[in-house]
Protein backbone atom coordinates (compact mmCIF):
# COMPACT_ATOMS: atom_id res chain seq x y z
CA UNK A 1 0.00 0.00 0.00
CA UNK A 2 1.21 3.46 -0.64
CA UNK A 3 0.90 6.63 0.91
CA UNK A 4 -0.56 8.33 -2.55
CA UNK A 5 -3.51 6.53 -2.46
CA UNK A 6 -4.83 8.51 0.46
CA UNK A 7 -5.66 12.05 0.11
CA UNK A 8 -4.80 14.56 3.20
CA UNK A 9 -7.95 15.91 3.76
CA UNK A 10 -9.04 12.54 5.01
CA UNK A 11 -8.91 11.20 8.75
CA UNK A 12 -6.87 8.52 9.07
CA UNK A 13 -6.37 6.21 12.52
CA UNK A 14 -2.37 4.92 12.60
CA UNK A 15 -2.90 2.37 16.24
CA UNK A 16 0.35 2.06 17.78
CA UNK A 17 1.00 -1.17 18.84
CA UNK A 18 3.09 -0.45 21.54
CA UNK A 19 -0.35 -0.47 23.55
CA UNK A 20 -1.65 -4.02 21.86
CA UNK A 21 -1.06 -7.22 23.85
CA UNK A 22 2.30 -8.25 22.91
CA UNK A 23 1.58 -11.50 23.92
CA UNK A 24 -1.07 -11.65 21.11
CA UNK A 25 0.31 -9.30 18.53
CA UNK A 26 -0.92 -11.19 15.18
CA UNK A 27 -4.45 -10.94 16.13
CA UNK A 28 -4.21 -7.33 17.80
CA UNK A 29 -3.38 -6.02 14.27
CA UNK A 30 -5.51 -7.94 12.43
CA UNK A 31 -8.37 -6.57 14.69
CA UNK A 32 -7.19 -3.48 14.30
CA UNK A 33 -7.35 -3.80 10.25
CA UNK A 34 -10.95 -5.26 10.55
CA UNK A 35 -12.12 -1.93 12.52
CA UNK A 36 -11.33 -0.03 9.48
CA UNK A 37 -7.86 1.41 11.04
CA UNK A 38 -6.17 2.09 7.74
CA UNK A 39 -2.50 2.76 8.84
CA UNK A 40 -0.55 0.81 11.52
CA UNK A 41 2.07 2.35 13.62
CA UNK A 42 5.34 1.07 14.53
CA UNK A 43 7.53 2.43 16.83
CA UNK A 44 11.03 1.60 16.99
CA UNK A 45 13.30 2.40 19.52
CA UNK A 46 17.07 1.82 20.02
CA UNK A 47 16.81 2.42 23.29
CA UNK A 48 19.68 4.95 22.45
CA UNK A 49 18.06 7.74 21.42
CA UNK A 50 15.20 7.03 23.25
CA UNK A 51 15.36 5.76 26.89
CA UNK A 52 13.57 2.44 25.61
CA UNK A 53 13.87 -0.76 23.15
CA UNK A 54 10.62 -2.21 21.39
CA UNK A 55 11.15 -4.23 18.49
CA UNK A 56 12.80 -4.41 14.78
CA UNK A 57 12.37 -6.19 11.26
CA UNK A 58 12.12 -9.43 12.65
CA UNK A 59 8.88 -8.47 14.65
CA UNK A 60 7.35 -5.98 11.29
CA UNK A 61 8.26 -8.90 9.23
CA UNK A 62 5.99 -11.06 10.80
CA UNK A 63 3.48 -8.97 11.48
CA UNK A 64 2.71 -7.72 8.03
CA UNK A 65 1.07 -10.85 6.75
CA UNK A 66 -1.76 -10.51 9.68
CA UNK A 67 -2.62 -6.85 8.10
CA UNK A 68 -3.14 -4.85 4.95
CA UNK A 69 -2.79 -1.46 6.55
CA UNK A 70 -0.08 0.48 5.72
CA UNK A 71 2.59 -0.29 7.85
CA UNK A 72 4.02 3.16 9.37
CA UNK A 73 7.37 3.09 11.01
CA UNK A 74 8.65 5.40 13.56
CA UNK A 75 12.26 5.10 13.71
CA UNK A 76 13.85 6.49 17.45
CA UNK A 77 16.82 5.12 16.71
CA UNK A 78 20.35 7.26 16.09
CA UNK A 79 21.64 6.01 13.29
CA UNK A 80 18.57 5.03 10.42
CA UNK A 81 20.54 5.42 7.49
CA UNK A 82 22.39 1.81 8.37
CA UNK A 83 18.58 -0.06 8.86
CA UNK A 84 16.33 1.36 6.03
CA UNK A 85 17.41 -1.70 3.97
CA UNK A 86 16.15 -3.55 6.32
CA UNK A 87 12.95 -1.94 7.22
CA UNK A 88 11.67 -2.08 3.28
CA UNK A 89 12.34 -5.83 3.48
CA UNK A 90 10.51 -6.24 6.49
CA UNK A 91 7.05 -4.95 4.62
CA UNK A 92 7.25 -1.64 5.49
CA UNK A 93 5.28 1.44 3.30
CA UNK A 94 6.51 3.74 5.31
CA UNK A 95 9.17 5.21 7.56
CA UNK A 96 9.47 8.44 9.05
CA UNK A 97 13.18 9.21 11.14
CA UNK A 98 13.99 12.12 13.59
CA UNK A 99 15.74 14.99 12.02
CA UNK A 100 18.23 15.24 15.66
CA UNK A 101 19.35 11.34 14.24
CA UNK A 102 23.25 11.26 13.66
CA UNK A 103 22.32 11.63 9.88
CA UNK A 104 22.10 13.51 6.94
CA UNK A 105 18.65 13.67 6.41
CA UNK A 106 18.44 14.65 3.06
CA UNK A 107 20.39 11.51 2.05
CA UNK A 108 17.83 9.47 4.47
CA UNK A 109 14.79 10.82 2.57
CA UNK A 110 16.66 9.58 -0.77
CA UNK A 111 17.26 5.99 0.43
CA UNK A 112 13.39 5.50 1.45
CA UNK A 113 12.20 6.77 -1.86
CA UNK A 114 14.79 4.23 -3.40
CA UNK A 115 13.35 1.13 -1.53
CA UNK A 116 9.63 2.42 -2.94
CA UNK A 117 8.96 3.80 0.96
CA UNK A 118 6.84 6.93 1.49
CA UNK A 119 9.32 9.38 3.89
CA UNK A 120 8.55 11.50 7.04
CA UNK A 121 10.05 13.19 9.12
CA UNK A 122 9.61 14.50 12.51
CA UNK A 123 11.30 15.95 16.09
CA UNK A 124 10.97 16.25 19.43
CA UNK A 125 8.62 18.74 21.08
CA UNK A 126 11.94 20.25 22.50
CA UNK A 127 13.35 21.02 19.15
CA UNK A 128 12.47 24.00 17.15
CA UNK A 129 10.20 23.21 14.61
CA UNK A 130 12.29 25.19 11.93
CA UNK A 131 15.07 22.15 11.79
CA UNK A 132 12.46 20.38 9.67
CA UNK A 133 10.61 23.28 7.49
CA UNK A 134 13.61 22.88 4.35
CA UNK A 135 11.94 18.97 4.26
CA UNK A 136 8.64 19.74 4.28
CA UNK A 137 8.32 19.71 0.06
CA UNK A 138 10.45 16.65 0.00
CA UNK A 139 8.91 14.06 2.48
CA UNK A 140 5.26 12.45 2.31
CA UNK A 141 4.63 13.06 6.01
CA UNK A 142 5.99 15.34 8.98
CA UNK A 143 4.92 14.14 12.39
CA UNK A 144 4.48 16.34 15.56
CA UNK A 145 5.24 15.04 18.40
CA UNK A 146 2.86 15.89 20.99
CA UNK A 147 4.56 13.60 23.83
CA UNK A 148 8.13 13.46 24.53
CA UNK A 149 9.03 9.60 22.62
CA UNK A 150 9.74 7.08 24.05
CA UNK A 151 6.99 5.83 26.23
CA UNK A 152 3.05 5.26 25.70
CA UNK A 153 0.38 6.74 27.81
CA UNK A 154 1.88 9.88 28.15
CA UNK A 155 -0.31 13.24 28.62
CA UNK A 156 -0.91 15.34 25.29
CA UNK A 157 1.33 18.29 25.24
CA UNK A 158 -1.01 21.75 24.01
CA UNK A 159 1.35 23.59 23.39
CA UNK A 160 2.85 21.42 20.33
CA UNK A 161 -0.53 22.30 18.64
CA UNK A 162 0.92 25.24 16.78
CA UNK A 163 3.48 23.40 15.37
CA UNK A 164 0.88 21.67 13.47
CA UNK A 165 -0.37 24.49 12.53
CA UNK A 166 2.56 26.06 11.29
CA UNK A 167 3.29 23.10 8.70
CA UNK A 168 0.10 22.87 7.59
CA UNK A 169 0.17 26.20 6.48
CA UNK A 170 3.69 26.00 4.84
CA UNK A 171 2.47 22.15 3.20
CA UNK A 172 -0.52 24.30 1.45
CA UNK A 173 1.80 26.79 -0.26
CA UNK A 174 4.66 24.05 -1.58
CA UNK A 175 3.37 20.37 -0.98
CA UNK A 176 -0.30 20.64 -0.94
CA UNK A 177 0.02 16.46 -0.97
CA UNK A 178 1.76 16.81 2.52
CA UNK A 179 0.20 14.49 5.40
CA UNK A 180 0.45 15.41 9.16
CA UNK A 181 0.51 13.04 11.68
CA UNK A 182 0.33 13.90 15.36
CA UNK A 183 1.58 10.85 18.22
CA UNK A 184 0.98 11.25 22.05
CA UNK A 185 -2.03 11.81 24.06
CA UNK A 186 -4.46 11.30 21.13
CA UNK A 187 -8.02 10.50 22.45
CA UNK A 188 -11.51 11.87 21.66
CA UNK A 189 -10.71 14.94 22.53
CA UNK A 190 -7.72 16.60 21.73
CA UNK A 191 -8.23 14.32 18.55
CA UNK A 192 -10.02 17.07 17.34
CA UNK A 193 -7.99 19.67 19.09
CA UNK A 194 -4.90 18.36 16.23
CA UNK A 195 -7.39 17.67 13.22
CA UNK A 196 -8.88 21.48 13.82
CA UNK A 197 -5.13 22.93 13.58
CA UNK A 198 -4.56 20.77 10.47
CA UNK A 199 -3.66 17.49 11.17
CA UNK A 200 -5.07 14.35 9.60
CA UNK A 201 -3.04 10.95 10.63
CA UNK A 202 -3.75 10.43 13.92
CA UNK A 203 -1.71 8.23 15.67
CA UNK A 204 -3.19 6.23 18.93
CA UNK A 205 -2.16 3.28 20.95
CA UNK A 206 -4.12 3.57 23.99
CA UNK A 207 -7.59 5.05 22.87
CA UNK A 208 -7.49 2.27 20.34
CA UNK A 209 -6.12 -0.55 21.56
CA UNK A 210 -7.31 -0.56 25.02
CA UNK A 211 -10.66 0.95 24.37
CA UNK A 212 -13.74 -0.46 26.79
CA UNK A 213 -16.07 -0.80 23.48
CA UNK A 214 -14.10 -2.02 21.07
CA UNK A 215 -11.20 -1.19 18.50
CA UNK A 216 -14.49 -0.04 15.94
CA UNK A 217 -15.81 2.45 18.50
CA UNK A 218 -12.17 3.90 19.15
CA UNK A 219 -11.79 4.77 15.17
CA UNK A 220 -15.65 6.91 15.29
CA UNK A 221 -14.13 8.37 18.46
CA UNK A 222 -11.15 9.46 17.08
CA UNK A 223 -12.11 10.17 14.01
CA UNK A 224 -15.63 12.31 14.46
Known amino acids: MK ?3 FKPQE ?8 AADFANLAPEVKSAYEADAQFLHLDVMDGQFVPNI ?7 SKLKPHSKALFDAHLM ?3 PQNYIEEFAKSGCDHVTF ?4 DCNAQEVIDQIHSHGMSAGLTLKPGTPIESILPYVDKVEMVLIMTVEPGFGGQ ?17 DEINPNLHIQVDGGINKETSKIVREAGANVLVAGTAFFRHPEGMS ?8
Open 155 to 171: SFMHDMVERISIVRKLA
Open 54 to 60: SFGPGVI
Open 11 to 18: IIISPSIL
Open 98 to 101: HIES
Open 3 to 5: ISA
Open 217 to 224: TAKIDLSS
Open 77 to 79: ICH
